[in-house]
């Protein structure tokens, strides 16, 4: 039996055990013209067997580029383009800086703490006034949806000034209403789709029928 374990290990695995094994067969050619036109061939199949590269700009280019690289970078051959080197794949992405400050509170999470920032630095009066209580009424949401327990303004407006260390001052006339009865907050991935609300209308939906 002929077991992949026993195999070489495949190079890039969405070309298949097929395409490795043709240009290993390419690469024993002696003649180079005869080598380079083979290996014309096998770029074309590559192209078929990975369809979805073609989305991409220059995929011809790539194409080839993956060629040499499952040939081990070492294809004598008369190709379009210049043959990269091992460096070129070896390398590592850059590291992607992550906020260094944690996020202060979970259920609101960093865009609010942003926002909350930009609020701090608004000058008093009525445009802040307003800005701070649409803020209110989304934090509120935003608690709920990790909180199924009610939750009173005074928690969100405490909150509100916690975050911006005492910068923000919520009016005493500032007020967030009732929430209504019809209101429904899920967690992301959670909808009412999920969870039975727009399901449960689908199966009462087909009965009837």
Same mark, same amino acid.
């Given at each position: 039996?002929?077991?992949?374990?026993?195999?070489?290990?495949?190079?890039?695995?969405?070309?298949?055990?097929?395409?490795?094994?043709?240009?290993?067969?390419? @690469? #024993?050619? &002696?003649? #180079?013209? @005869?080598?380079?036109?083979?290996?014309?061939?096998?770029?074309?199949?590559? $192209?078929?067997?990975?369809?979805?590269?073609?989305?991409?700009?220059?995929?011809?280019? @790539?194409?080839?580029? /993956?060629?040499?690289?499952? $040939?081990?970078?070492?294809?004598?051959i008369?190709?379009?383009?210049? %043959?990269?080197?091992?460096?070129q794949?070896?390398?590592?992405?850059?590291?992607? %800086?992550l *906020?260094?400050? *944690?996020?202060?509170?979970?259920?609101?999470?960093?865009?609010?703490?942003?926002?909350?920032?930009?609020? %701090?630095?608004?000058?008093?009066?009525?445009?802040k006034?307003?800005?701070?209580r649409?803020? %209110?009424?989304?934090?509120?949401?935003?608690y709920?949806?990790?909180? @199924?327990?009610?939750?009173? &303004? &005074?928690?969100? =407006?405490?909150?509100?000034?916690?975050l911006?260390?005492?910068? +923000?001052?919520? *009016?005493?006339?500032v /007020?967030? $209403?009732? +929430?209504s009865?019809?209101?429904? =907050?899920?967690?992301?991935?959670?909808?009412?789709?999920?969870?039975? $609300?727009?399901?449960k209308?689908?199966?009462n939906?087909r009965?009837?029928?």
């Amino acid at each position: 039996m002929d077991y992949n374990t026993q195999r070489d290990k495949l190079i890039l695995p969405e070309y298949g055990r097929h395409v490795q094994n043709m240009i290993e067969q390419v @690469k #024993k050619i &002696e003649d #180079k013209t @005869k080598r380079s036109e083979q290996m014309r061939a096998v770029v074309q199949v590559m $192209g078929i067997l990975n369809p979805q590269i073609r989305e991409l700009n220059d995929y011809r280019h @790539k194409l080839w580029d /993956h060629a040499q690289v499952i $040939g081990g970078f070492d294809l004598d051959i008369d190709a379009p383009y210049p %043959a990269p080197t091992p460096q070129q794949f070896e390398a590592r992405p850059d590291v992607i %800086a992550l *906020p260094g400050k *944690p996020v202060k509170a979970a259920c609101y999470g960093r865009n609010i703490e942003n926002i909350i920032e930009l609020v %701090a630095g608004l000058e008093d009066g009525e445009v802040k006034k307003e800005v701070i209580r649409n803020l %209110a009424l989304y934090m509120r949401q935003q608690y709920l949806i990790w909180n @199924k327990d009610n939750v009173s &303004e &005074e928690t969100i =407006f405490a909150d509100m000034e916690r975050l911006s260390d005492g910068r +923000i001052k919520v *009016p005493e006339d500032v /007020h967030l $209403g009732a +929430i209504s009865q019809n209101a429904s =907050f899920s967690r992301p991935g959670q909808g009412q789709g999920n969870q039975g $609300g727009y399901g449960k209308k689908n199966r009462n939906w087909r009965r009837k029928r």
